[in-house]
T-cell receptor, first 111, second 113 residues
Framework: QKEVEQNSGPLSVPEGAIASLNCTYS??????FFWYRQYSGKSPELIMS????GDKEDGRFTAQLNKASQYVSLLIRDSQPSDSATYLC???????????FGQGTRLTINP | DTAVSQTPKYLVTQMGNDKSIKCEQN?????MYWYKQDSKKFLKIMFS???????INETVPNRFSPKSPDKAHLNLHINSLELGDSAVYFC????????????FGPGTRLTVL
């Protein structure tokens, strides 16, 4: 089992709809969770970090964490074409001193 | 001000050559990283340094040798380049490697012919 798993997509969502990106992780002691966005030919940039169970909202983005189910998700409301990118889930494994990345989900927002 | 910078941005070279990539961060972070992103976009850590000390070496061939002259710089030297080394290499930095956000440089696209 991979340490961090994402559906690689592509995920296609109409403009204005909600895009839902999912990620599962295998290490129960993971403490810190991150969503990065990567445009083609660019470097990953942080969208959200989440450390506690529940929801965390930042503008159109909401991260959801469920440690019991070892599941973290990212919702993008009112999706825009500029949201089209690859979204990378990353998990900090406690004590390992590193982030482990999922393989990324390619999201396309259709006008 | 660029937070994490890398040079060069593109590197095209022949098999068997030796090349270096340089990275600098001005964020005052203690930890720096090298990642390799292959053609399938999978981002995998190669090395990390904390205050100039190597803390992670992820089963990378010993043709790859990182060097950290100070905590703001982490360079990557690659000997005897192979076709399979073609990828995008990202440098990143963070304060606490267990909990903190990592900030990425712009990447170096290495093509080995």
């Amino acid at each position: 089992q991979k340490e961090v798993e994402q559906n690689s997509g592509p995920l296609s969502v109409p403009e204005g709809a909600i895009a839902s990106l999912n990620c599962t992780y295998s290490d129960r002691v993971s403490q810190s969770f991150f969503w990065y966005r990567q445009y083609s030919g660019k470097s990953p940039e942080l969208i959200m970090s989440i450390y506690s169970n529940g929801d965390k909202e930042d503008g159109r983005f909401t991260a959801q964490l469920n440690k019991a189910s070892q599941y973290v998700s990212l919702l993008i409301r009112d999706s825009q074409p500029s949201d089209s990118a690859t979204y990378l889930c990353a998990v900090a494994i406690q004590g390992a001193q590193k982030l482990v990345f999922g393989q990324g989900t390619r999201l396309t927002i259709n006008p | 001000d660029t937070a994490v910078s890398q040079t060069p941005k593109y590197l095209v070279t022949q098999m068997g050559n030796d090349k270096s990539i340089k990275c600098e961060q001005n964020l005052g972070h203690d930890t720096m990283y090298w990642y390799k992103q292959d053609s399938k976009k999978f981002l995998k850590i190669m090395f990390s340094y904390n205050n100039k000390e190597l803390i992670i070496n992820e089963t990378v061939p010993n043709r790859f040798s990182p060097k950290s002259p100070d905590k703001a710089h982490l360079n990557l030297h690659i000997n005897s380049l192979e076709l399979g080394d073609s990828a995008v290499y990202f440098c990143a930095s963070s304060q606490d490697p267990n909990t903190d956000t990592q900030y990425f440089g712009p990447g170096t696209r290495l093509t080995v012919l």
